[in-house]
Structure formats: C-alpha cells, structure tokens
C-alpha cells in the first residue's frame, strides 16, 4: 500500500507539474509549511521560503500570461523544458531515500509523464488559439488550473486517488496521441497521393 501511494504522488505531481509546474510547487511548499496533511520527511525540501515566495509569484505571472492567446503558447514553448526537468525534480524529491539507479528511474517517468500532459496542454491551447473568439482559451486554462491545483491535494491528501487519476489521464493522452499521429499520416499520404498524380491538360 505504502508504494501505491508513492507512486500516486509521483505520478500526480508529475502529470500535474506538466500543467501548471508553479502551482504544484507552491502547494508542496504550503502543505509541508503548514502540515495541512501528514507528509514523509522528504517533503520538507520544498519548505523553504524562496522556493515558496518564486512559486507563488510565477504561478500569479503564469495565471495571467496564460490567459492571452498566442501569448499562451510562446509560454508552453518557453517551458517546454522547464516543465518536464520539473516534473523529474519533483518525482526524486517524492522518493526519499533510495539507490541512485531507482531515483534515475523514477526521474525519467517524472519527466516524461509531465512532458506527456505538456505537450497535450502545448497541443490543445494551439488548436484554440485558432479561434476568433477568447472565451476557449480563458476556460481551458482555468480549467488547466483547476486541474493542477486539484490533482496536487490529491497527491498530498489521497495519492491512491490521484494513481487512479494520473493513470486515467495518461491513457486519455495516450488514445489523443494515437489519433493524431492517425490523422497526420492521413493528410500526409493524401497529400503525397495528389503530388504523384498527373496533371491532365484540356485539349485545345
């Protein structure tokens, strides 16, 4: 039960850290702060006051940057790297103790499960930026940060809920993925189709 639930917070702060990494740092600031839930002694690492402070201060600049389209995007570019080294940081630091070969282990799913809802959210803020209108864009992102903030008090109060979340979610990245690696390969071969016909002429 006790490794369920470790691999319940990390793979909730990770697939949240994807989505809003501020927000899940500012909430395992204030929960190990503040004990709002019993928490092992490696959380302690994200009790410190400039860690805090930077979180809670990038969260209120993302909350807002990441209202404006096209801006929103030239930010998910900007934290493309930033969000996935985040998520792998958060991931060793929810271990504790271990070998270095399980941290790297656990640093690599921890990045790569806050690359995959990254690059989902990266995706998915694009197609609606393509709209005229902005009320898309405002409700997917409160809705992102909804998402985050939630997910992570799962990972504190309930990480068996927050595995079976995480898990859920990943397979949905993972179907939405499948359909659009699908959908390109389509357009591409018909694309490809049209290149390679011949061009037929009218008679004079």
Do not use: C
Request: proline share 5%.
């Amino acid at each position: 039960m006790e490794l369920l639930g470790t691999l319940g917070r990390t793979l909730g702060f990770s697939l949240a850290a994807g989505v809003n990494l501020y927000a899940t740092v500012a909430i395992l600031g204030l929960a190990a702060r503040y004990g709002w839930v019993a928490l092992p002694d490696q959380f302690q690492v994200f009790n410190n006051d400039v860690v805090i402070a930077a979180a809670l201060v990038m969260y209120v600049i993302e909350f807002f940057a990441d209202k404006i389209p096209y801006f929103d995007s030239l930010w998910d570019a900007i934290h493309t790297a930033i969000r996935p080294i985040g998520g792998a940081f958060i991931a060793v630091a929810t271990l504790g103790n271990a070998s270095p070969e399980v941290k790297g282990l656990v640093a690599l799913i921890g990045g790569t499960v806050a690359a995959s809802s990254h690059l989902t959210k990266t995706s998915t803020r694009a197609v609606a930026n393509t709209s005229p209108e902005p009320f898309s864009n405002w409700i997917l992102s409160l809705g992102e940060d909804v998402f985050a903030v939630m997910l992570g008090y799962a990972s504190l109060a309930h990480p068996l809920l927050a595995l079976v979340v995480a898990i859920a979610v990943l397979v949905l990245i993972a179907i939405f993925a499948a359909v659009i690696v699908r959908t390109a390969r389509r357009w591409f071969g018909r694309a490809r189709v049209l290149r390679s016909e011949p061009a037929h002429h009218e008679p004079p």
